[in-house]
T-cell receptor
């Protein structure tokens, strides 16, 4: 079975400060991990993914995420937040050894960047 | 490619009426997904298709919901009869067959049932 948790419903950060949106996962084997972003009144957009290799993954809009196998985490980070980063962020996981090709999405974390 | 196309973008209907939501996936994609998003329940997978065949419809809430994919370029999600609790944003997404493939989401249909 595969599952993902986003422990924070909302994250508040001041513009220019670093931001972190947390994600933890549970899989039987090794994971594929994804981050998506949803801006108001839009569909989800892909940000980045981890398949294998380097634990630090870089994605769109200056975002990056660090895969930590021992902590089963895949936190999303950005060194300097912008007001335009305010959106809903979803983490998703797919178990490489599972029978389903379908990822499981978290409940989402609302990121609010204050000017 | 124009991306995943959904229509209508907004739908307001009265309780008891039939509602049909439409989706055109990205050309060449093997998988098509229907999701529902609400504040209370977040993002829920309703059903998905692989090569036009429904694979898992366990997320479909009730028999009032049905989905079809008559060909590789078109899918519908139908609610009959509609109820106020069906009010939500419905997303269609498509992806390639690889396990680490990205899902590409449409803009969604905002459904309001009064």
């Amino acid at each position: 079975a595969q599952s993902v948790a986003q422990p924070e419903d909302q994250v508040n950060v001041a513009e220019g400060n670093p931001l972190t949106v947390k994600c933890t996962y549970s899989v039987s084997g090794n994971p594929y991990l994804f981050w998506y972003v949803q801006y108001p009144n839009r569909g989800l957009q892909f940000l980045l993914k981890y398949i294998t290799g380097d634990n630090l993954v870089k994605g769109s809009y200056g975002f990056e995420a660090e895969f930590n196998k021992s902590q089963t985490s895949f936190h999303l980070k950005k060194p300097s937040a912008l007001v335009s980063d305010s959106a809903l962020y979803f983490c998703a996981v797919r178990d490489m050894s599972g029978g389903s090709y379908i990822p499981t999405f978290g409940r989402g974390t609302s990121l609010i960047v204050h000017p | 490619d124009a991306g995943v196309i959904q229509s209508p973008r907004h739908e307001v209907t009265e309780m008891g009426q039939e509602v049909t939501l439409r989706c055109k996936p990205i050309s060449g994609h093997d998988y098509l997904f229907w999701y529902r998003q609400t504040m209370m329940r977040g993002l829920e997978l309703l059903i998905y298709f692989n090569n036009n065949v429904p694979i898992d419809d366990s997320g479909m809430p009730e028999d009032r919901f049905s989905a079809k994919m008559p060909n590789a370029s078109f899918s519908t999600l139908k609610i009959q009869p509609s109820e106020p609790r069906d009010s939500a944003v419905y997303f269609c997404a498509s992806s390639l067959v690889q396990g680490h493939s990205v899902q590409y989401f449409g803009p969604g249909t905002r459904l309001t049932v009064t």
